[in-house]
């Protein structure tokens, strides 16, 4: 049995990894501030902690005797990243390097970070992988950049194990339906189940790689137990992808085009590296997993 910190453990991705994480024996520790989270996704065998991640003082004590500390918190999406930068870079760069000092300090034994693929920007060259220089073109994706590299910095200097895993569209339960975090799917799905059209950005031939939750949270699991510890990033995406429109053609229902944002046209994955150094492979497939979420939200 392993002691753990989850930051951001009453999020989506959070709160399925600490789910998974106590089912598997670990003794879970949940940092959340809220903003974004809910406590009532947390789970009842955690300690949960509501606090600030911008107050090292604060935080710092919970980081004894830990042994594994998954830093998945953040103020995610790329859209409000652009209009914010300065509140997100708080967010998401100051809690950073807040975690990997308490983690210092407290000798754990490993951080996992959460990154994304937003780091990667607009590429021409596809599938993505790992050797593919970062070039985001959002406030967010520099900002989960800086995390990448803070983490290898503190490998380096400080010899604190870190591996940084970069997710792509990550989908599944708990997953925001509404707001700035709402993702494409849940957007789809809340139209359709309001009988509402459903809103294409631009054309819809951008073409986007999607995550089940639980691959990613068995990412987690299988990066924290491996013996990778030199900050480097791994993808952990599926290897196919779909556009806009064919995701709305799976949801099936009547569609409206919207104004175009700054956003990659592409972000096909390579998870080959996930498979050769953590023995990872995605188990779901998004057309696979819809209708099941349609069945659940009542869509015809």
């Known amino acids: 049995m392993a002691k753990c910190i989850v930051t951001g453990g009453a999020g989506f991705v959070g709160s399925n990894l600490v789910d998974a994480l106590i089912g598997h024996g670990d003794e879970v520790i949940v940092i959340d501030n809220l903003a974004t989270g809910k ?10 902690y ?27 999406r790329v859209e409000p990243s652009i209009k914010d930068p300065i509140t ?25 970070y959460a990154s994304s693929s937003s780091i990667y ?14 070039a985001p073109i959002s406030p967010y994706g520099l900002q989960k950049y800086i995390g990448e590299q803070y983490c290898r910095v503190f490998s380096y200097v400080y010899k604190l194990p870190t591996v940084c895993l970069r997710y792509f569209n990550v989908y599944g339960k708990r997953m925001a339906t509404e707001g700035a975090y709402a993702s494409v799917i849940s957007i789809f799905g809340q139209q359709r ?28 699991m299988l990066a924290a137990e491996s013996n990778i510890d030199d900050g480097r990033a791994i993808n952990t995406g599926q290897s196919t992808e779909y556009s806009v ?41 998004l057309p696979a997993w819809l209708p099941e979420y349609k069945k659940e939200m009542g869509i015809n």
Not at 122 to 134: S, V, Y
Not at 201 to 211: A, I, K, N, S
């Open 39 to 48: 406590k009532e996704y947390v789970n009842p065998k955690a300690r949960f």
């Open 50 to 76: 509501e606090l600030d991640l911008r107050k090292l003082e604060d935080i710092a004590p919970l980081f004894l005797d830990v042994d594994y500390v998954f830093h998945q918190a953040a103020l995610a």
């Open 88 to 112: 997100y870079n708080d967010n998401n760069v100051n809690t950073t390097l807040n975690v990997l000092v308490a983690a210092r300090d407290a000798k754990v034994k490993k951080v996992v």
């Open 121 to 134: 920007g607009d590429q021409e060259k596809m599938p993505l992988t790992e050797d593919t220089p970062g």
């Open 193 to 220: 189940q309001r009988g509402e059209a459903m809103t294409i950005t631009g054309d819809g031939t951008h073409l986007r790689t999607y995550t089940y939750v639980g691959d990613i949270v068995r990412a987690n």
């Open 245 to 285: 429109n064919e995701i709305a053609k799976i949801f099936g229902g009547p569609t409206k085009n919207i104004a175009e944002r700054i956003e990659p046209t592409r972000n096909f994955c390579s998870n080959k590296l996930a498979a050769e150094v953590l023995g990872w492979e995605p188990t779901m497939d």
